[in-house]
């Protein structure tokens, strides 16, 4: 059983390459009897399970082919497709898992998440998280038009590049407390979400963060169930 973890691919219309790189992506792993892990970010944005558009449709083909094929398919929120929903993974048999998963591999503890609740340092994003992912504000926001929506979410985009173009290198990076304390109930913690991609050692754990998916690369996590902890490194996907 071969576990395969990515995250931060920001997948759109606008970016033909990247899709191509997970499609292939797919494809390279299809016949190895693969759990599939994406932890946030998979989509540039996710304007709600109700949209539809040939680009998309061709992921979600490769995704069914994908798990016909045998394998396993689990997708964590992110701070960029916080609102998609069972509804479009039930389209290929995949499980949305909670903010923060457990996981175990060859008894090894692990813990799985997007990455930007350990981002405490950034105040602003933090209050910001807690407001919009409020299921009432949620609920009212996915029963709006989907041009709304979609102003709505390019409106996101453009404040928070703007912002993170002032904020300091260490407020956008994990607090080194936030990591300890997730580390505790944990041996291996994998995340995404600060596009630092490394393998720390922290005591006599480790803490692996995926890389996000740029012009022709990637760099991603493959985990043998019968050796986890012996050969821990981020693997570069091509495309």
């Not at 912002?163 to 936030?178: C, E, G, L, T």
Request: hydrophobic content about 40%.
């Amino acid at each position: 059983m071969t576990y395969l973890f990515i995250a931060d691919l920001h997948l759109s219309p606008d970016h033909p390459r990247l899709v191509r790189g997970f499609l292939a992506l797919l494809d390279a792993y299809k016949n190895k009897q693969t759990q599939l892990y994406i932890l946030g970010d998979w989509f540039n944005a996710w304007i709600g399970d109700d949209y539809r558009a040939p680009w998309l449709d061709e992921i979600v083909a490769a995704m069914q082919a994908f798990q016909q094929a045998g394998n396993h398919i689990y997708f964590i929120v992110g701070n960029r497709d916080f609102a998609l929903g069972q509804t479009f993974l039930d389209q290929f048999g995949a499980q949305r898992l909670s903010e923060v998963e457990p996981l175990k591999i060859g008894g090894i503890n692990i813990r799985l998440e997007h990455g930007d609740l350990l981002c405490t340092d950034d105040v602003s994003y933090q209050r910001f998280r807690k407001i919009i992912r409020n299921p009432l504000i949620l609920g009212i926001l996915k029963s709006t038009p989907l041009s709304f929506r979609q102003k709505l979410a390019n409106g996101f985009r453009k404040k928070s590049q703007q912002a993170n173009q002032i904020k300091s290198y260490d407020v956008m990076d994990v607090n080194a407390s936030a990591v300890e304390n997730a580390l505790q109930q944990a041996d291996l913690l994998i995340h995404g979400h600060t596009h630092r991609p490394a393998v720390h050692d922290i005591a006599q754990k480790k803490r692996i963060v995926l890389g996000d998916w740029r012009a022709d690369q990637a760099q991603i996590l493959e985990i043998d169930e019968k050796s986890v902890l012996d050969d821990l490194h981020l693997k570069t996907w091509t495309y």
